[in-house]
């Protein structure tokens, strides 16, 4: 299955977009595996799964990372960005979906 990735600090607020992304998913009909990880565990989980990742959004908390995580994400060819601020603070999982997809599309 393939996987939409989000790096953040601590997970608590990522943990609870996740959850309303994964509701927008299913209710478009989509099948991806939707979830957050500490930012320090990207190379990690890049490793394992890097074939079936499809894009990897940040929390807005660790944005000042964008650039060193590029270079981890450039290696397996997928696409990294900063989750929109005001999609992420108003648990708009629909636009934090948008956004992922639109990395892929």
Do not use: W
């Amino acid at each position: 299955m393939k996987r939409i990735v989000l790096a953040c600090s601590a997970g608590m607020s990522t943990s609870l977009v996740v959850t309303k992304m994964e509701k927008e998913a299913t209710a478009r009909g989509l099948e991806y595996q939707i979830y957050a990880i500490p930012e320090q565990n990207l190379r990690d989980e890049l490793q394992t799964f890097g074939n079936d990742i499809i894009a990897v959004l940040l929390g807005p908390q660790v944005r000042f990372k964008l650039a060193e995580n590029k270079k981890l994400t450039d290696a397996y060819h997928v696409p990294i960005a900063v989750i929109d601020a005001t999609a992420y603070g108003t648990l708009n999982g629909a636009k934090v979906l948008d956004q992922a997809l639109s990395l892929v599309n």
